[in-house]
T-cell receptor, first 112, second 114 residues
């Protein structure tokens, strides 16, 4: 059963802590993405990767970091430099940048 | 840069009546356009996409959308709403001159009354 998995579903963080959100896909897609969703807003692109060992900043990359060591995995680290990290985070993948994106179920991050 | 405006933040319809969710876009080139649906606390699911083929695009669950270049619109319609259609809907545009980045509208929340 192909798809995208994200873990954990809910995550709580204390101020000043780094946390890492997991994203795995078994669709054999080359491109992967991380988005942030805030209430009443559309999705905003944090980072994307078109191939292994390469990634690019999106519109709101400050305070976030990523890695792409394997084709199927694209973890996102929310660092203490991110001033307002409480949000719903969505991972997506696509065959290439021009194709439709498939989304994971999301991780809700709350800073306490 | 391309952008998307969803004209209604909230639409409420009765079950069995037509649904119309409005979307206008701006793009400097031939765009690709998408509609996604999101149920509460879930990821997004693709409803349909337009990529310069037929201007009337049919999607899943009885939804369809029409690309109108002269009006720069891509409105989503369904002839008869079902209770399970209640969700958030996002219109999305991308084009090759903007690195194929997908630009999301702010979303339209659809409520379906029994």
């Amino acid at each position: 059963d192909g798809g995208i998995t994200q873990s954990p579903k809910y995550l709580f963080r204390k101020e000043g802590q780094n946390v890492t959100l997991s994203c795995e896909q078994n669709l054999n897609h080359d491109a992967m993405y991380w988005y942030r969703q805030d209430p009443g807003q559309g999705l905003r692109l944090i980072y994307y990767s078109q191939i292994v060992n390469d990634f690019q900043k999106g519109d709101i990359a400050e305070g976030y970091s990523v890695s792409r060591e394997k084709k199927e995995s694209f973890p996102l680290t929310v660092t203490s430099a991110q001033k307002n990290p409480t949000a719903f985070y969505l991972c997506a993948s696509s065959q290439s940048r021009v194709d439709e994106q498939f989304f994971g179920p999301g991780t809700r991050l709350t800073v306490l | 840069a391309q952008s998307v405006t969803q004209l209604d933040s909230h639409v409420s319809v009765s079950e069995g009546t037509p649904v119309l969710l409005r979307c206008n876009y701006s793009s400097s080139y031939s765009p690709s356009l998408f509609w996604y649906v999101q149920h509460p606390n879930k990821g997004l699911q693709l409803l349909l996409k337009y990529t310069s083929a037929a201007t009337l695009v049919k999607g899943i669950n009885g939804f369809e959308a029409e690309f109108k270049k002269s009006e720069t619109s891509f409105h989503l319609t369904k002839p008869s709403a079902h209770m399970s259609d209640a969700a958030e809907y996002f219109c999305v545009v991308s084009d090759q001159y903007n690195n194929n980045d997908m630009r999301f509208g702010a979303g339209t929340r659809l409520t379906v009354k029994p």
